[in-house]
Structures are given as structure tokens and as C-alpha cells.
């Protein structure tokens, strides 16, 4: 009985240990993850310019007003959906996982965002409910952000990953473990794929407490 106890024990200690680390790894890899897709959306902004033909500047009369200019100049940023429980039964996970990539998006646009872009977190709150997770996706998508992360739940992720997948949108997996989400679009499957994670699969996870166990 006291072996069992110390074994219980230790294993919690390990786990709380896995996931206080995990929520720092996930936290500097939102950083990369935004810094990188803004160089991509850069670039591909740089194409789009130069496709253009020449002399589509529109006549002095039709300029935008300055009332528009401030529009445009509002959607300059750089709009990153953030998807995840911040209410109900799963909201502790999903207010550490905002919390996390507040902190970033915070760094970045103290420092004058990326090429003089802010970032502009769009944040919803999915309630660990699937049917409202795919209705976010949705509303993301067709917000064009330029990248989407989250996803605490894994069945919330499956109803979503296919929306962004579709839609050519990256998806960041923050905190789900469950291994499918980020197996189903792997290539040989699909040619291209839009759904990345941090967060540790269950299957690793598994390995990783068994092998600290075996140790001890």
C-alpha cells in the first residue's frame, strides 16, 4: 500500500513538473510560430504587389478619405486566431494557454511588432464544445487570419482540423494530446500540411512517464 502511495506520488509530481515546462516550450514556440508565418505573409504580399499591372492608382478624386486610410491602416496587423475553452469545465487549461501566448503577442508588438505589423489576437472561447469549435474554425478562416492556435480538447480539434486544412491556414495545436489531430493531413496523406502541435502526444507522453518510472 505505501509502495502503491509513493508511486501515485511521484507520478503526479513528475506530471505537474511536464506540464508547468510544456506551458513555457509552448509558449516560445508561439513566438516562433508567429514570427514565421508573418515572414511567409510578407513575402507572399511582395508577390502579390509586384504581380499587379502597372497604373492602377486610382484618380485624385476617388483617394481614400482619412476615415479610410485608418481602416486600412488598422488591418495592417497581423491577425492570429486563438480558439479554446476560457469558460467551463476546461477553462483552467485553456485561460494558462492564453495566458501564455498573451505574453507573446505582448513581447512582439512591444518591440514594434514585425516589419512595423502588430499582432492582433483574435480570441473566442469554444467551451470544450465541439459543434462551436467548428463554428469558430469557420469564422477564422473566412476572417483570413493568418495563422489560428489552441485547441485544448481533442474532439474539438477534429471537428476543426478539417476547416483549416481546407482552408490553407496553419493551425498550432497548444494543448491537446490527442495524436490524430496532427497524424491525419502527415504527408504521405496530404501533400500539403496545415496542422502543427507542441504539445506531446499521448503515446509520448506515455513513454516518457514509463521511462522516468523504470528509473526511479
Given at each position: 500500500?505505501?509502495?502503491?502511495?509513493?508511486?501515485?506520488?511521484?507520478?503526479?509530481?513528475?506530471?505537474?513538473?511536464?506540464?508547468?515546462?510544456?506551458?513555457?516550450?509552448?509558449?516560445?514556440?508561439?513566438?516562433?510560430?508567429?514570427?514565421?508565418?508573418?515572414?511567409?505573409?510578407?513575402?507572399?504580399?511582395?508577390?502579390?504587389?509586384?504581380?499587379?499591372?502597372?497604373?492602377?492608382?486610382?484618380?485624385?478624386?476617388?483617394?481614400?478619405?482619412?476615415?479610410?486610410?485608418?481602416?486600412?491602416?488598422?488591418?495592417?496587423?497581423?491577425?492570429?486566431?486563438?480558439?479554446?475553452?476560457?469558460?467551463?469545465?476546461?477553462s483552467p487549461m485553456g485561460e494558462?494557454?492564453?495566458?501564455?501566448?498573451?505574453?507573446?503577442?505582448?513581447?512582439?508588438?512591444?518591440?514594434?511588432?514585425?516589419?512595423?505589423?502588430?499582432?492582433?489576437?483574435?480570441?473566442?472561447?469554444?467551451?470544450?464544445?465541439?459543434?462551436?469549435?467548428?463554428?469558430?474554425?469557420?469564422e477564422l478562416t473566412r476572417m483570413?487570419?493568418?495563422?489560428?492556435?489552441?485547441?485544448?480538447?481533442?474532439?474539438?480539434?477534429?471537428?476543426?482540423?478539417?476547416?483549416?486544412?481546407?482552408?490553407?491556414?496553419?493551425?498550432?495545436?497548444?494543448?491537446?494530446?490527442?495524436?490524430?489531430?496532427?497524424?491525419?493531413?502527415?504527408?504521405?496523406?496530404?501533400?500539403?500540411?496545415?496542422?502543427?502541435?507542441?504539445?506531446?502526444?499521448?503515446?509520448?507522453?506515455?513513454?516518457?512517464?514509463?521511462?522516468?518510472?523504470?528509473?526511479?
Amino acid at each position: 500500500m505505501q509502495l502503491c502511495f509513493i508511486q501515485r506520488t511521484v507520478g503526479t509530481q513528475i506530471l505537474k513538473m511536464f506540464w508547468a515546462q510544456t506551458l513555457q516550450f509552448t509558449t516560445a514556440l508561439m513566438l516562433w510560430l508567429m514570427l514565421l508565418t508573418t515572414a511567409f505573409a510578407q513575402i507572399a504580399e511582395q508577390y502579390r504587389a509586384a504581380s499587379k499591372p502597372p497604373n492602377t492608382r486610382q484618380p485624385s478624386s476617388q483617394q481614400p478619405t482619412n476615415q479610410e486610410r485608418a481602416t486600412q491602416t488598422d488591418h495592417q496587423s497581423i491577425r492570429i486566431g486563438l480558439s479554446g475553452p476560457l469558460s467551463g469545465g476546461s477553462s483552467p487549461m485553456g485561460e494558462s494557454m492564453r495566458n501564455g501566448i498573451r505574453l507573446a503577442v505582448q513581447e512582439i508588438n512591444a518591440i514594434g511588432g514585425i516589419h512595423g505589423r502588430t499582432i492582433e489576437l483574435i480570441e473566442r472561447d469554444d467551451q470544450a464544445n465541439n459543434e462551436l469549435g467548428a463554428k469558430i474554425a469557420n469564422e477564422l478562416t473566412r476572417m483570413k487570419v493568418a495563422a489560428s492556435i489552441g485547441i485544448v480538447n481533442t474532439g474539438v480539434g477534429l471537428a476543426s482540423i478539417d476547416i483549416y486544412q481546407q482552408a490553407h491556414i496553419p493551425l498550432m495545436i497548444a494543448v491537446s494530446t490527442g495524436p490524430v489531430l496532427t497524424r491525419r493531413y502527415a504527408p504521405p496523406a496530404s501533400p500539403a500540411n496545415y496542422i502543427f502541435r507542441v504539445s506531446p502526444t499521448l503515446d509520448l507522453e506515455a513513454r516518457m512517464l514509463a521511462a522516468d518510472l523504470k528509473k526511479k
